[in-house]
């Protein structure tokens, strides 16, 4: 052992957690929207209702072992306020993690003082704290059965590491976020087939006490069923690429949104699956891209979603040093997603939450084609992502070049030109151009359509009546549908990118890109023929009564000019690239 004048990383270790007690302890005196309509709800339920007779019927929307811990926390109703008694819950469990992150840094650093250190670091990152003692989320509790499992997967005893996952999954849902990393192990024939029946027998266990008191057992065993089919929304503030969809595209996005998950999960599993993990610090960077990964790529995902992803992560910068800023940007990532709830920013910083989460991942994808030893890239993996870049190529092209002529610059360029040809219009020009500036702006913007109803023309008559807003409305709607197929590519095309760089693919990506740049141009009169004859066999459509058909025509023609003229650059440009690559 070191002399004591020698341990300054102990002695960092002990200040970084009495500074963090000291943020904790106003913190929980502070309350908020979610402590109020259900945690002390809950509390109050259990004491005028009595433990037993409470825990014999549901009364909560968390699973029984939640409960458990609320119920205790009645007992010191005598010398403590509710609020504080709920949010020393999940505090406790911190100092809990503390511990096992502790036991999991000595694995890598077995003598010296770094592990004190990790311990310390994860007890006063921001949203550890902001989580459990500012929020009062269960978020910990569920977390601190992960690291236990993920300790013991690192020293091999899988019994107990599935027992801790499934009690993990009988706290919270989320706990299935780890189960990557045991489809990995399963195939790697670490751990066998019939051990999996730990994690459902585990679960049961968790939920006997609430059955044995009365509650239903399909209901019991069924409650995460109910959690899922809460809420219409692909993303409530989660930092992934559904947040980019707005909230009327929900059941379009859905379907797609879990296909890609149940595609690229298992994909992630099978290719890690073929390297045999050699040591324990590989098995931590698989759990923390499962946890950071399954988050990411499923719908319905909550902010405080990637909490065992901020965990895992500091654990891991104590393990590969190299990336100490891994966990800097899960904080950062996960504080962006918290702000909006807790201190009532701006929702648009969930975007840039976003991308920075997608590029954090990435980093992490491409750790793992390093450590894994991977020298060549695999022809298959390498043609799919080549044609699947190719096709999104022209769609990314041809709605950005459309988005374009959705905007004042173009409308006053475009009744320039149509004004000194037709004389006999009813409207100025300046009437005509604020007009189109107005409708462009409802249109690509969340604005509501009463944004329009109390504008005029000069001459002080009413711009829109009622019927012309109701046709606005449907065109929005169809407007929108074109541009969900261009976000849907663009942020593919982003993720392709980071997907290609992480498996060292460039390559392949740029051979997509300059395809689909051949393809841009090729499709770009194609584009302009179905508008064609959508325009003029389809006389429904709200757009046509919002404008007419010429101008829908010479936006569709100008679209296509500018797709073909960016094709030929990304040609051109992807030449260079591929030639300086070789």
């Known amino acids: 052992m070191s002399p ?73 109703r005598e010398f403590l306020p509710s609020l504080i008694a709920i949010k020393l819950i999940p505090t406790i469990f911190d100092l809990l993690g503390m511990f096992v992150i502790f036991r999991i840094a000595r694995l890598g650093h077995p003598s010296n003082d770094l592990p004190f250190l990790a311990a310390a670091v994860y007890f006063c990152a921001p949203t550890v704290i902001l ?28 019994h107990l590491a599935l027992a801790a996952l499934g009690f993990a999954v009988s706290v919270k849902a989320q706990g299935i976020f780890l189960l990557p990393l045991v489809g990995i192990l399963v195939l790697q024939k670490r751990i066998p087939w019939r051990l999996l029946l730990i994690l459902p027998l585990a679960y049961l266990l968790a939920v006997l006490p609430v059955i044995a008191l009365g509650r239903s057992f399909p209901e019991t065993m069924l409650i995460y069923s109910s959690q899922a089919n809460f809420g219409a929304k692909l993303s409530a503030n989660a930092p992934n690429p559904y947040y980019f969809f707005s909230y009327d595209m929900y059941e379009r996005v859905l379907p797609y949104g879990f296909l890609a998950a149940c595609i690229f999960i298992p994909y992630w599993v099978i290719s890690a699956a073929k390297h045999r993990v050699s040591a324990t610090n590989q098995i931590l960077l698989y759990a923390l891209i499962s946890v ?39 904080q950062i990532t996960s504080f962006l997603a918290y702000s909006v709830f807790l201190f009532d920013v701006t929702v648009d910083v969930v975007i840039g939450a976003a991308v920075i989460n997608s590029i954090t991942l990435a980093i992490l994808m491409r750790h793992q084609w390093q450590v894994e030893g991977n020298k060549h890239t695999y022809p298959g993996t390498t043609t799919v992502l080549a044609w699947v870049v ?124 300059k395809f689909g740049g051949y393809l841009a141009i090729s499709l770009s009169p194609i584009f302009v023929l179905l508008a064609y004859f959508l325009l003029s066999n389809n006389r429904s459509l709200s757009a046509l009564l919002v404008f007419p058909m010429p101008i829908w025509m010479d936006m569709t023609i100008f679209s296509s000019i500018l797709t073909a003229a960016t094709g030929t650059m990304l040609i051109q440009s992807m030449k260079n690239k591929i030639h300086a690559s070789q």
């Not at 790529?297 to 990336?323: E, T």
């Not at 944004?451 to 046709?471: A, C, I, K």
């Open 4 to 76: 004591w004048k020698n341990r300054y990383q102990f002695w960092l270790a002990m200040i970084l957690t009495i500074a963090a007690i000291g943020v904790r302890i106003p913190s929980l005196g502070i309350t908020n929207y979610d402590m109020e309509v259900f945690n002390r709800r809950w509390y109050e339920t259990l004491v005028e209702e009595g433990i037993f007779q409470s825990l014999g019927r549901s009364f909560t929307n968390y699973n029984p072992p939640y409960t458990y811990l609320l119920a205790l926390s009645t007992l010191t």
């Open 131 to 158: 989580n459990s003692s500012y929020w009062g989320q269960a978020d910990s509790i569920y977390t601190v059965f992960l690291l236990a499992s993920l300790l013991a997967f690192m020293k091999d005893k899988i």
């Open 292 to 330: 950071a990964l399954t988050p990411y790529v499923l719908p319905k995902m909550h902010d405080r979603y990637f909490y065992p992803a901020d965990v895992l992560s500091i654990v891991y910068a104590f393990f590969y040093p190299g990336f100490w800023f891994i966990p800097i940007l899960f």
């Open 390 to 513: 190719a096709l999104l190529v022209p769609f990314a092209v041809f709605g950005t070049c459309f988005r374009f002529t959705l905007t004042p610059l173009y409308f006053r360029g475009e009744y320039g030109f149509r004004y000194t040809q037709d004389q006999s219009q009813v409207y100025t020009k300046y009437d005509l151009i604020k007009r189109a500036s107005l409708i462009t702006d409802y249109l690509t913007t969340d604005k509501e359509v009463g944004y329009l109803y109390r504008n005029r023309f000069l001459d002080g008559t009413r711009m829109f009546d009622e019927q012309v807003l109701r046709l606005l409305q449907g065109t929005k709607k169809e407007i929108k549908f074109v541009f969900t197929i261009w976000f849907a590519s663009l942020i593919l095309l982003f993720l392709t990118g980071l997907f290609a760089w992480s498996k060292n693919q460039r390559k392949a990506f740029h051979q997509g890109v």
